[in-house]
């Protein structure tokens, strides 16, 4: 089965109309979970993509040439604005945890990328917490429902 978080993103980007095919993508992370994944179902659709992690020199000149950006690093508000290209897309699959005194329960969830600068540059980017979460469960009960079919020969 497709892990549910990448294809997750992949749907997002499909529903939306997104253009994949021959667009430079930027994946910030490699976990086995979402960032690997997600990079080889972008070039499964014949995007061109580079991969970023902790060691990457450079990261901001390399994921402002992206038209697509999925985050998944676990960084509160990594990536700004400034890194971004104008009109880019982001998914952003970063759930971070940061204190704030002023919520109930002393803190609130902010994705990898720093929403209220990336909103001003992106053409679209998903919010955090409700964008990839809702997605991540969809895929679940879709790779359940190709489960059950396999096992009872359903076309």
């Not at 993103?9 to 992370?29: F, M, P, S, T, W």
């Not at 179902?41 to 061109?48: C, I, K, S, V």
Request: aromatic share 4%.
């Amino acid at each position: 089965f497709v892990p549910c978080t990448p294809k997750g993103c992949i749907e997002l980007l499909h529903r939306y109309n997104v253009e994949i095919k021959g667009k430079r993508a930027v994946v910030i992370g490699r976990s086995n979970i979402v960032g690997m994944p997600a990079a080889l179902l972008l070039q499964r659709e014949d995007a061109t993509v580079s991969i970023i992690h902790s060691r990457t020199k450079n990261p901001e000149e390399i994921t402002r040439q992206a038209d697509i950006i999925i985050s998944a690093v676990g960084q509160p508000n990594m990536v700004r604005g400034n890194w971004i290209k104008p009109g880019a897309v982001i998914i952003d699959v970063g759930i971070n945890p940061v204190e704030d005194p002023n919520a109930p329960r002393g803190y609130r969830l902010v994705g990898d990328i720093c929403y209220e600068e990336a909103c001003k540059v992106a053409s679209a980017i998903t919010p955090v917490p409700g964008g990839v979460g809702p997605m991540t469960i969809a895929m679940l009960l879709s790779n359940t429902l190709i489960s059950a079919k396999r096992i009872h020969n359903f076309q």
